[in-house]
C-alpha cells in the first residue's frame, strides 16, 4: 500500500472556515513534504517540514509533524475558493517519492 | 525560471501509434521524473533521472521508453500501448539527492488510448 494515508478522503467547507487534513505514514522519515493539484493539472510544492521540526508555518498553511505517532496535519486558515483542490502529503522511503492517497478540498463561496 | 513546461497537453493515440511526450525545464535540475497519474489517485513514479542517467525504473512496461538527451529534457516515448495506459502523465525536477528535496512539476499530458 501506499506510504501515506490520508483522512479525510473529501472535505467540504464555507469559504472563511479552516480546513485540517491528516496524514500518516509508515517508515522513518527525513522529511515530509505537502503537495496541492488543482483539478488534474500538475502538483504545486506547499511546504516541506523535516523530521527534527514540529511545527512549521508559510502564510495560511500551518504544518506539524509527530515521528512518534508517524503523523502529520495540514491547516489551511481562512480558506478561499481558490484552495479547492486536491492535497497530498509525500515522503521519501527509499530515495523515491511517494504520495499519500490526497484529500479533495472543495471550498464553497 | 522555476516552470517545468510539458508538450503536449493532450494526447489521443490508437493502439498502434508511436508517439513522445517531452519535458523540459531551466531550473539547472539535475534530477528528472516521470509520473503516471490515474483519475482520483496520487501520482506513481515511473522514472527517474540523475545526472541525465536511468536511476529508478518502477518496473514499468517496455511500451514505455524514457530518454534523457540532455540535462533539461526528458522525453517518454510511447509504442503500442493498451487502453489502461490512459493517464495523466507528469513531469517532476529537483536537485538530486535522492528527491529527498522539493520537485517541481510540468502540468501534465493528458494521454487517451483508444
Known amino acids: 500500500s501506499q506510504q501515506g494515508e490520508e483522512d479525510p478522503q473529501a472535505l467540504s467547507i464555507q469559504e472563511g472556515e479552516n480546513a485540517t487534513m491528516n496524514c500518516s505514514y509508515k517508515?522513518?522519515?527525513?522529511?515530509l513534504q505537502w503537495y496541492r493539484q488543482n483539478s488534474g493539472r500538475g502538483l504545486v510544492h506547499l511546504i516541506l517540514i523535516r523530521s527534527n521540526e514540529r511545527e512549521k508555518h508559510s502564510g495560511r498553511l500551518r504544518v506539524t509533524l509527530d515521528t512518534s505517532k508517524k503523523s502529520s496535519s495540514l491547516l489551511i486558515t481562512a480558506s478561499r475558493a481558490a484552495d479547492t483542490a486536491s492535497y497530498f502529503c509525500a515522503t521519501v522511503p527509499r530515495g523515491k517519492l511517494i504520495f499519500g492517497q490526497g484529500t479533495e478540498l472543495s471550498v464553497k463561496p | 525560471d522555476t516552470e517545468v513546461t510539458q508538450t503536449p497537453k493532450h494526447l489521443v493515440m490508437g493502439m498502434t501509434n508511436k508517439k513522445s511526450l517531452k519535458c523540459e525545464q531551466h531550473m539547472g535540475h539535475r534530477a528528472m521524473y516521470w509520473y503516471k497519474q490515474k483519475a482520483k489517485k496520487p501520482p506513481e513514479l515511473m522514472f527517474v533521472y540523475s545526472y541525465e542517467k536511468l536511476s529508478i525504473n518502477e518496473s514499468v512496461p517496455s511500451r514505455f521508453s524514457p530518454e534523457c538527451p540532455n540535462s533539461s529534457l526528458l522525453n517518454l516515448h510511447l509504442h503500442a500501448l493498451q487502453p489502461e495506459d490512459s493517464a495523466l502523465y507528469l513531469c517532476a525536477s529537483s536537485q538530486p539527492l535522492l528527491a529527498q528535496e522539493t520537485q517541481y512539476f510540468g502540468p501534465g499530458t493528458r494521454l487517451l488510448v483508444l
Open positions: 517508515t522513518s522519515i527525513n522529511n
